[in-house]
T-cell receptor, first 113, second 111 residues
Framework: DGGITQSPKYLFRKEGQNVTLSCEQN?????MYWYRQDPGQGLRLIYY???????QKGDIAEGYSVSREKKESFPLTVTSAQKNPTAFYLC????????????FGQGTRLTVV | GENVEQHPSTLSVQEGDSAVIKCTYS??????FPWYKQELGKRPQLIID?????GEKKDQRIAVTLNKTAKHFSLHITETQPEDSAVYFC??????????FGTGTLLAVQP
């Protein structure tokens, strides 16, 4: 089954711990994105990558880090510096950067206690 | 900076009625305007999109209109059905090509 896969679906962490969310795609897409979804705030862009070995900060990058060492993988680390990490995180990919459909993963709900 | 305003935040209609959701953007360089549907507990999925060289696009019961002069675009759903109930997001790519989303509209279709 081709597509974009996020794991795990639910994640619980203690405050102060870093946690890494996985995102893998087998669509051969160049661009990948991480969004955060909070009630009433829509989808806010955390980081994006136009191509392998490249990434840029989005609108709410503080407290997050990413890597893009492989075309198919774009993991997101939520660090202890993120003040309000509990949220629903969505990864997406698109064939090229800009002007094309973004395909979303099923999301990871992170709860920090 | 890039900004997309989406209205209304919630919309309740009777089955068979039409629903209209409107988005306003600020970046005149925007060229791509997609609409996504997110059912409860599921991922957002593209339902229709429009580019800046087109004023209207239709796909069965769904249509999108774009007014570049006024910088707004709208989603129109006709003959609504209960399965249309979901959260709908508009988006635009702006000059930076980053896909910026509106805050979403919760559509409830009452049977």
């Amino acid at each position: 089954d081709g597509g974009i896969t996020q794991s795990p679906k639910y994640l619980f962490r203690k405050e102060g711990q870093n946690v890494t969310l996985s995102c893998e795609q087998n669509l051969n897409h160049d661009a990948m994105y991480w969004y955060r979804q909070d009630p009433g705030q829509g989808l806010r862009l955390i980081y994006y990558s136009q191509i392998v070995n490249d990434f840029q900060k989005g609108d709410i990058a503080e407290g997050y880090s990413v890597s893009r060492e492989k075309k198919e993988s774009f993991p997101l680390t939520v660090t202890s510096a993120q003040k309000n990490p509990t949220a629903f995180y969505l990864c997406a990919s698109s064939p090229t950067f800009g002007g094309t459909e973004a395909f979303f993963g099923q999301g990871t709900r992170l709860t920090v206690v | 900076g890039e900004n997309v305003e989406q209205h209304p935040s919630t919309l309740s209609v009777q089955e068979g009625d039409s629903a209209v959701i409107k988005c306003t953007y600020s970046d005149s360089a925007s060229n791509y305007f997609p609409w996504y549907k997110q059912e409860l507990g599921k991922r957002p999925q593209l339902i229709i999109d429009i580019r800046s060289n087109v004023g209207e696009k239709k796909d069965q019961r769904i249509a999108v209109t774009l007014n570049k002069t006024a910088k707004h675009f709208s989603l129109h759903i006709t003959e609504t059905q209960p399965e249309d109930s979901a959260v709908y997001f508009c988006a635009e790519d702006g000059a930076t090509n980053k896909l910026i989303f509106g805050t979403g509209t919760l559509l409830a279709v009452q049977p």
